[in-house]
């Protein structure tokens, strides 16, 4: 073979190689572009802002009696009027309600949307719910939001409209973002940006349910490992706690040395004060004793995330004034010898324990959209309809200290509104209208999409 063949046939090769990498740049484009074609856009992401009145439905405000025909009217972001005698204002987008109800927007305080879109192995570019290390107070969930995620969409499609998304792993994991389901970047998203810092308390031995990120040893060296780790935390907690009042002493005395900043402690301040809380992922009934007992030993304002066993310590709870987002409602029973329907009821036994308490699907991401019926087992296995409807709607608002903004359909909150052709908790319930800071947001998901490509194929 001469010279000159060679050569060519290098170029040629050359050109093969790089076509082939261009294909496949180009189709990875393509592919993140459809993975979030549902969810871009001013269309979809903005919704469309005005006023509106939805009048002659039935309506659910959560935080007092059903309307039976009534109108509710939405207007710059807010609820402004509902009741059976309220008169349309001019010029507002009127909704024909008759046949149909009308809800608050639902909540689940218990996600990572918008911090993970795909959890197989091999796809860590599609995750951002952790750092590295045990103790991470100063990692915020606000700035790894995704505004453009799939799940997003998908989430609010089915009358999810508000969730607190929270960093995952370590025994700190990193402080929790409350956000409305709209919107083209974290900020227009965020409720409140640091709502809450999550920790996960230490378990001893294996089990414990869905948040089990980590087996421990058995015995007395589980119960050693996990002295020490409450130890790490309680000693960050404190160091926070003396670095606040170093702080406050400089402030105001001028003379005093100041403190050097640290923005790990900073971090810390207003949950070791009791301004926000914590949330302790905790399932077993001796690891939710311990971490209520915990908070109450450093002047925490605990809430309780996971509790599976929590029906087991609810006269504790009640006493100690402790909340619970319950995340197990559709789990399998953790213990061989419990009854198949263990799960199923610890929402009525908490109900009847007097616990306040919220119903979360505990998922990352992909499954929040099943929270309504989360919440339909729950009432299906004893736990009263009406109660069932706050637990994840008013009740987990309040619990997060976001009632007097979220959670039901009162003059002054926010907009999130969701109009359905029957019950919110039902299965075979379809949305009809959904509004999110007072705007109108169209029901499209990726669901929808692949719905509407294929189902003419034969």
């Keep these: 073979m ?53 009048r002659g439905a039935h309506i659910f405000p959560v935080s007092g009696p059903d309307i039976e025909n009534g109108t509710v009217v939405i207007s710059n972001g807010k609820i402004a009027a509902v009741g059976a005698n309220v008169s349309v204002p001019a010029g507002a987008h009127v909704i024909d309600g008759r046949g149909l109800s009308v809800y608050p927007g639902m909540i689940d305080l218990g996600t990572s949307i918008g911090l993970i879109e795909i959890t197989e192995q091999g796809a ?41 998304s929270s960093p995952l792993g370590g025994l700190v994991s990193g402080q929790s973002a409350l956000i409305n389901l709209l919107g083209s970047t974290a900020p227009e998203m965020a409720v409140e940006r640091f709502a809450a810092l999550v920790v996960n308390y230490p378990r001893t031995g294996f089990g414990g349910g869905f948040f089990a990120f980590q087996q421990q040893p058995q015995g007395a060296d589980a119960a050693t490992q996990r002295d020490r780790q409450l130890e790490q935390i309680r000693k960050q907690l404190r160091d926070a706690d003396a670095y606040a009042r170093a702080v ?112 979360s699907t505990g998922d990352t991401a992909s499954d929040v959209r099943t929270l309504p019926y989360h919440a339909g087992m729950a009432a299906a296995f004893g736990l009263p309809k009406a109660e069932a409807l706050k637990a994840v709607t008013l009740y987990p608002a309040q619990i997060i200290g976001y009632g007097n903004q979220l959670g039901s359909l009162d003059v002054g909150k926010i907009g999130n509104v969701v109009v359905t052709d029957g019950d919110l908790l039902e299965a075979r319930t379809n949305i009809r209208h959904l509004f999110i800071n007072g705007r109108e947001v169209p029901l499209v998901s990726k669901h929808t999409e692949l719905y509407d490509a294929f189902k003419n194929r034969k």
């Excluded at 000159?4 to 496949?24: D, E, G, I, K, M």
């Design 2 to 54: 001469n010279r000159q063949t060679t050569h060519t046939n290098s170029v040629a090769h050359v050109s093969r190689v790089l076509c082939a990498t261009l294909f496949v740049a180009l189709a990875s484009l393509a592919a993140v572009a459809q993975q979030a074609s549902s969810n871009m856009g001013p269309a979809f992401q903005s919704g469309t802002p005005g006023t509106f009145a939805i």
């Design 124 to 164: 860590t570019g599609w995750v951002d719910t952790q750092e590295v290390g045990e103790l991470n107070p100063n990692a915020k969930a606000f700035y790894g939001i995704n505004p453009h995620s799939s799940h997003v969409a998908v989430t609010r499609v089915n009358g999810v409209t508000t969730v607190l």
């Design 248 to 359: 406050d002493a400089a402030n105001a005395d001028p003379k005093l040395p100041r403190a050097e900043r640290d923005v790990v402690l900073e971090s810390l301040v207003p949950y070791v004060r009791g301004q926000k809380p914590v949330i302790f992922r905790a399932d077993r009934d001796a690891d939710i004793r311990g971490a209520v007992r915990f908070a109450e030993e450093l002047k925490l304002k605990p809430i309780i995330l996971g509790g599976n066993d929590s029906w087991k310590a609810a006269q504790f709870l009640k006493e100690h004034n402790v909340p619970v987002i319950l995340t197990g409602v559709l789990d399998l029973p953790s213990r061989e010898d419990d009854p198949y329907d263990v799960m199923y009821e610890c929402a009525s036994k908490l109900q009847q324990a007097g616990v306040q308490f919220a119903i």
